[in-house]
């Protein structure tokens, strides 16, 4: 079957399809292996912004998929680096946590929002805000709330790292950025402006930049329907599907995109592709 598929590259989700919590899913590692002993091309494409890249790849290597940090790809990092670009003199209200203040910092944008956590005033002036970012926030309070929606409401431009609705956790699912997101265009009347992470053609073109491959040669390999496989599509990649995340293979019946092919884990991945 691989030569009839001619796959080379593999983009991978990482919560829910190669990992859970603090544990590799079932033949995740098995199947990176296979795919690194064929010599093929392999990144991680994740929407979290709770970690930098390089704390993920210390991740995997330790569940035992040796990666570089070079290899994995974050929702605060393709942000990061498209508004450094484009809108290098915006000041940013983050509804987010440390790490994405950290990465934003450190690519010379302006981060506002660490006044708000000194100060003893529920809301910061949002006259002193250009832009608000809405990310994965465990630590989300209605401070952080107030000040995004009065933000909002002055006219500041409105950004997103990821808008998933919840995050696979051991266990069951927690809330995500999606929530928070839906929260404020439901206060607001607006709509986001700017998504980084999946589905966002911006997070795979990064990852297609990685590969070095065109689309048609690429697998995206992912647990949900509506962010991994309609991205992978929408990009002109194969799709996979596994069954050891949010998507159930009921979902599939309703579903507006469907993947190419259906696995309950990663391990099913080499044989399916004449790899092993």
């Known amino acids: 079957m691989s030569s009839q598929a001619h796959i080379d590259g593999f983009a991978f989700d990482l919560d829910g399809t190669v990992y859970l919590g603090e544990k590799a899913l079932p033949g995740a590692v098995f199947c990176l292996t296979e795919l690194r002993r064929r010599g093929t091309r392999t990144v991680f494409v994740t929407n979290k912004p709770l970690e930098s890249a390089g704390a993920y790849a210390q991740k995997l290597t330790g569940l035992g998929i040796p990666t570089p940090p070079e290899q994995v790809i974050t929702s605060a990092f393709v942000l990061g680096r498209h508004l450094a670009r ?3 003199d915006l ?6 946590e440390q ?3 950290n990465e934003l910092s450190a690519l010379g944008l302006q981060v506002v929002d660490e006044l708000v956590e000194q100060s003893d005033k529920a809301v910061i002036d949002p006259s002193g805000i250009d832009a608000v970012i809405v990310a994965f926030d465990r630590t989300l309070d209605y401070r952080k709330l107030n000040t995004a929606y009065q933000a ?3 006219g500041a431009r409105f950004f997103a790292t990821n ?3 919840a995050c696979p956790m051991p266990g069951g699912v927690i809330p995500d950025a999606g929530a928070t997101v839906a929260a404020l265009e439901h206060l ?3 709509k986001l402006e700017l998504l980084a992470g999946k589905p966002s053609a911006l997070i795979m073109q990064t990852a297609l930049e990685l590969l070095g491959l065109p689309p048609g040669r690429c697998l995206m390999v992912g647990d949900r ?3 991994d496989i309609r991205m992978g599509k929408e990009s ?3 799709t996979a599907l596994v069954l050891t995340g949010a998507s159930r293979r009921e979902d599939l019946a309703a579903a507006t995109v469907q993947p190419d092919w259906v696995l309950e884990n990663l391990g099913e991945l080499p044989a399916l592709l004449g790899l092993e």
């Open 91 to 96: 000041r940013y209200y983050v509804v987010g």
């Open 236 to 238: 002109g990649m194969r």
């Open 163 to 165: 808008a998933d609705k």
């Open 152 to 154: 909002l409401q002055g």
């Open 99 to 101: 790490n994405l203040r």
């Open 188 to 190: 607001t009347g607006r």
């Open 225 to 227: 329907l509506e962010t």
């Open 86 to 88: 484009h809108f290098p």
